[in-house]
């Protein structure tokens, strides 16, 4: 009777020792074919600004209201920049008709027009030379006076310069106008399509668009507030996929690698199991923060690790507790390692 009772005490003694075991290895999320670590849901935010300084005319979505890539959030008053735009677009159009006119060169009843002046100008010129020919035969014969063969010299002197100058602007309408008068009229014609591109941009800016999918999270303006591009209108939550942000134990790093799948639960959703990818291990060890959620309080050497997981359903929410169960036989081919999943910020 005795051996018996001894047998029952060391076969308590065992259990006991067994549960015990058990029951630390649980609680320190270790198992021989997979590691649970503690942490805590993180969601990337993104601050909407307008770009441009205006009064808020209306904004378009309330918040958590949910958005999509390219929706319209919010305009400002566009009074002042629809006008400045259109006299952006007037001296555009002016200016290329300048263009198009020096390019074009000059009219062809221009040409003809500076060539009948230089006839004309020849016309006065032999007439100018004959009469100084009459009046100087009439002076050698003691007919006239010499005022006035200096008056018809005269004449004949004007005559000339007028000829050569209509000689010299008929030249020049055939050549047309300057290369250089071209090349600056093209260029201010850039200086004004550089300022209607920056109207129109300043007018596109008076409108604040989703860049991404996500839930509004705080409406921090009002319509008739004055905008800036430092003060944020709106905060966007980027809720899926979302990460946990979990830490594993220097012992255990070398079973953790990016790419590997895992498991998500939280005690809100428990009987819900969240398909989830390692995405992230930080390079750099750090002490566990007191903030972490782990069942030994004690201080030692832990990594980052950022497991993603999809939210369609928007369960999972910013700071609430999760587990991520890692397994380890997994292989190491690239298929196991998903092909698409967004970039970790440090």
């Known amino acids: 009777m005795k051996r018996v009772r001894i047998a029952i005490l060391i076969l308590l003694v065992g259990g006991l020792a067994a549960a015990y075991w058990i029951w630390q290895h649980r609680e320190s999320g270790t198992a021989q074919d997979r590691l649970v670590l503690f942490g805590n849901v993180d969601i990337r935010q993104v ?6 300084s205006e009064r808020i005319a209306a904004l378009l979505v309330e918040e958590g209201d949910r958005v999509k890539a390219g929706q319209l959030l919010a305009r400002l008053d566009t009074q002042r920049l629809e006008p400045k735009a259109a006299s952006r677009e007037a001296q555009v159009q002016a200016q290329r008709q300048v263009v198009a006119r020096l390019e074009a060169g000059n009219r062809p009843e221009d040409v003809r027009k500076a060539k009948a002046d230089l006839e004309a100008a020849r016309a ?3 007439n100018a030379e004959l009469t100084y020919g009459r009046v100087s035969q009439l002076i050698a014969q003691g007919v006239d006076t010499a005022q006035r063969r200096d008056d018809a010299r005269a004449a004949l002197d004007v005559a000339k310069a007028r000829e050569a100058a209509a000689s010299e602007a008929y030249d020049l309408m055939v050549l ?16 004004y399509e550089a300022d209607l591109a920056l109207a129109r941009r300043e007018l596109a800016d008076a409108q604040l668009y989703a860049p991404t999918n996500g839930v ?8 008739g507030d004055m905008a800036s591009p430092q003060k944020p209108v709106f905060t966007l939550a980027l809720d899926d996929p979302i990460w946990v942000r979990a830490y594993v134990p ?3 790093l070398g079973k953790v690698r990016s790419g590997m799948k895992a498991e998500v639960t939280t005690d809100s959703f428990p009987t819900n199991r969240y398909p989830a990818w ?16 782990t069942t ?18 928007g369960e999972l929410r910013l700071g609430m507790p999760a587990v991520v169960t890692v397994l380890f036989n997994q292989p190491q081919s690239p298929e196991a390692q998903p092909q698409a999943r967004p970039a970790a910020s440090p």
């Open 47 to 52: 601050q909407l600004a307008f770009n441009g």
């Open 124 to 126: 006065d010129l032999k």
């Open 250 to 252: 220097e012992t255990d």
């Open 296 to 313: 030994e309080v004690r201080a030692k050497l832990v990594y980052e690790v950022r497991a993603f997981v999809p939210n369609p359903q």
């Open 216 to 223: 509004i999270r705080n409406r921090v303006l009002e319509p």
């Open 176 to 191: 047309g106008p300057r290369k250089e008068d071209i090349a600056a009229a093209k260029a201010t014609l850039q200086v």
């Open 278 to 293: 390692i995405g992230f291990v930080s390079p750099t060890a750090e002490f566990t923060p007191k903030t972490v959620e």
